[in-house]
């Protein structure tokens, strides 16, 4: 499998786990508020949760290149059909009976936030070297190295701080849930800043100089 349909494959799975967490943050939000009586089927969930076991699979062992682009539509097809589905549950089923509630749509708002900085986070490594939307100081621009690093890094707290602040939703304060978004925002650019301007430092190959 080339090293773009296995970028694409790891992206499909970090979306799964991306979608999963707003499905327990959905689920929860809907617990807190109404009580386990006439809980919701939780079968969704186990669909969820199997497509992303069975991405991890995929990953630990690639499929031939003749069969990873036909299963790499057949899964977003699904995923697709997964997020439509939870989509669903929380606009049609959660948010009637939790609109009373104070605060109800300002934590669904602020869980789109943290589903985006996830799915942010899980795209980051595939962006190419001087992506306008990647970051783009001296030495990123002159180390490839520099660059893969410092998206890796920015990449993985991104993703995993998105799916933390989404599962937790549901239990903190919007207040409070907005200003942990900006803080993990904030760490992880300055992180991936430091370790791409180390990187850049021991980079032989960089463009401008040796490393100092």
Not at 87 to 115: K, M, N, S
Not at 135 to 161: C, E, K, M, Y
Not at 189 to 203: K, N
């Amino acid at each position: 499998m080339t090293d773009t349909a296995r970028r694409d494959f790891d992206f499909l799975e970090k979306a799964g786990f991306v979608v999963l967490a707003l499905q327990f943050a959905i689920f929860a939000e809907w617990w807190i508020t109404t009580g386990f009586e006439g809980a919701p089927d939780l079968s969704i969930i186990m669909f969820t949760a199997l497509f992303v076991a069975a991405q991890r699979r995929l990953a630990a062992r690639p499929p031939n290149r003749g069969a990873a682009r036909w299963l790499f539509a057949s899964r977003t097809a699904v995923l697709a059909t997964l997020t439509l589905a939870t989509l669903l549950i929380g606009f049609y089923r959660l948010v009637p009976e939790a609109a009373p509630a104070p605060g109800a749509a300002p934590r669904g708002l602020f869980a789109l936030l943290w589903v985006v900085i996830a799915l942010k986070g899980a795209a980051m490594g595939k962006l190419k070297p001087g992506s306008a939307i990647g970051l783009r100081v001296s030495w990123t621009r002159q180390s490839r190295l520099a660059w893969d690093r410092s998206h890796r890094t920015l990449g993985r707290i991104l993703f995993w701080g998105g799916l933390v602040g989404l599962v937790t939703t549901p239990i903190v304060e919007p207040f409070a849930s907005i200003a942990m978004w900006f803080a993990t925002v904030a760490l992880a650019v300055t992180t991936a800043l430091v370790e791409s301007w180390r990187t850049w430092r021991l980079d032989p190959d960089r463009s401008g100089g040796r490393p100092a």
